[in-house]
Nanobody, 120 residues
Framework: QVQLVESGGGLVQPGGSLRLSCAAS????????MGWYRQAPGKQREFVAV???????QYADSVKGRFTISRDNAKNTVNLQMNSLKPEDTAVYYC??????????????WGQGTQVTVSS
């Protein structure tokens, strides 16, 4: 059983910073993509940042220059450093990964989500 477990959400004032972490555990051969999505109240889930399968990094335009994604392949972890946070960054943040499972091929996984609230 593969799980993605997020941590690091919370309440922060506008202009502040938070760091989200996600760890993949279980029967994993390798991870292909690892990244983050978010869903604000009343809105659809949207892309935030990702390490692609070819090793490049992509960011949503709304977070470029403020958020930084990092990854540790050996530990199957991905982090999201969020700086200069704005109220519109308030959302539940979800970790996402495409993982190679021994004997099963590539499977898509989501974390349970962690709440980020930016408010004064």
């Amino acid at each position: 059983q593969v799980q993605l477990v997020e941590s690091g959400g919370g309440l922060v004032q506008p202009g502040g910073s938070l760091r989200l972490s996600c760890a993949a555990s279980g029967s994993i051969f390798s991870t292909i993509t690892m990244g983050w999505y978010r869903q604000a109240p009343g809105k659809q889930r949207e892309f935030v940042a990702v390490f692609t399968g070819v090793g490049t990094i992509q960011y949503a335009d709304s977070v470029k220059g403020r958020f930084t994604i990092s990854r540790d392949n050996a530990k199957n972890t991905v982090n999201l450093q969020m700086n200069s946070l704005k109220p519109e960054d308030t959302a539940v943040y979800y970790c996402h990964a495409d993982i190679v499972i021994p004997g099963r091929g590539v499977r898509e996984y989501w974390g349970q989500g962690t709440q980020v609230t930016v408010s004064s």
